[in-house]
């Protein structure tokens, strides 16, 4: 049996800005992904703590060190800069398996995104 479990955690990080005109996505600044253990193109689940919205999209990697957090296209208009995010990855793995697994939990400076 397959279960789904929590991979990786970026808890609360703060949007920095949005696209609406970018084809779609969230830019994540590397030095965050790193630690997160998520790689560009991996699918996230979004849970903005301003106003209750959760959106699924997938990883662009951004300017290490800048603490970018930037929703682009359609999932621009869900979030607004200075929000506070939490971004989650999951994993399908064997049920024994996921009794060991720790995910990455992140929890970066919600003032400069940049991990402590």
Not at 9 to 34: A, F, P, Q, W
Not at 84 to 102: N, Q, T
């Amino acid at each position: 049996m397959f279960i789904q479990v929590v991979k990786s955690k970026l808890h609360r990080v703060t949007v920095t800005e949005s696209n609406l005109n970018y084809i779609g996505s969230i830019t994540i600044d590397e030095d965050l992904m790193e630690a997160a253990n998520l790689i560009e193109g991996e699918k996230v689940q979004i849970v903005n703590n301003n106003n209750g919205e959760r959106l699924e999209t997938y990883v662009i990697k951004g300017a290490r060190g800048s603490g970018r957090i930037c929703l682009n296209g359609a999932a621009a208009r869900k979030v607004q800069p200075g929000d506070i995010v939490i971004i989650m990855s999951y994993a399908l793995m064997d049920f024994e398996e996921a009794k060991g697994f720790r995910p990455a939990i992140v929890f970066p400076d919600t003032a400069t995104n940049k991990i402590p």
